[in-house]
């Protein structure tokens, strides 16, 4: 089936920023030079927050989650478009699967830590192309998948159980850019598992301090990836 979409990416953190997933190998910094068309990112309110406890060697980072607690207190971050039109199904798999290594799922859409997801614009896409999106995404859920992973505090999950988000088609930071934003037929973005409870801002904070290599937070917030809270937080370091 034809399907002449356009796409792209919700980015929300280190993939707009970071080169390397392991020393020195670039993924991340090769995949956006081959397939993101960063010059026209366009920046948009989501719902994020610093909601994952991740990291390395015993030093715990504060990385984002989207999070539906966050519906009406949204954060700034980016959609990319990819550079090419996708034409059809298997198109669209390998820029998930593209997008799936620079996140490390080495090519899967699910792993025990986040999954990729899907979010159509409803106001543009066809019926029919939804449905061969739906299926492709059925078709790579297994059983690490539990829609209850991704919900917090009573929150409503982030995901369907097809791993679409469950979230409302973007808005822009800047009026002048809907016309642009509403031209996407879907996008693609990973989500990851929150840790529960919800991390408190003196935690975050503690966390932002003792990161001293990657700099996630510092990172994001030299890049204009903010959420809500930042204020708070930065008050508390």
Request: a positive charge.
């Amino acid at each position: 089936m034809e399907l002449r979409l356009k796409g792209g990416v919700i980015i929300i953190g280190s993939l707009l920023w970071e080169d390397n997933l392991d020393k020195d190998d670039k993924i991340r910094l090769n995949w956006r030079n081959c397939h993101l068309d960063l010059k026209n990112k366009i920046y948009v309110k989501v719902p994020i927050r610093y909601g994952k406890e991740s990291g390395k060697n015993n030093i715990p980072i504060a990385t984002m989650v989207f999070s539906n607690k966050m519906r009406n207190k949204k954060g700034f971050c980016y959609v990319v478009p990819f550079k090419r039109i996708i034409n059809n199904i298997d198109e669209l798999l390998c820029e998930a699967v593209a997008l799936s290594v620079a996140e490390g799922m080495k090519g899967n859409f699910v792993r025990d830590w986040g999954v990729l997801s899907y979010l159509f614009n409803d106001s543009l896409i066809g019926d029919e192309p939804k449905k061969e999106i739906v299926r492709l995404f059925r078709k790579r859920k297994n059983d690490k998948f539990n829609i209850e992973d991704y919900r917090c505090n009573g929150e409503i999950s982030c995901l369907t159980e097809f791993l679409k988000l469950d979230i409302n088609w973007l808005e822009p930071v800047l009026e002048s850019d809907r016309p642009i934003l509403n031209t996407f037929h879907f996008l693609l973005a990973t989500a990851t598992k929150p840790t529960k409870p919800f991390l408190r801002l003196c935690d975050i904070a503690k966390m932002v301090k003792t990161d001293n290599n990657r700099r996630y937070y510092l990172n994001n917030l030299m890049n204009g990836i903010f959420t809500y809270d930042d204020f708070n937080i930065s008050e508390l370091l």
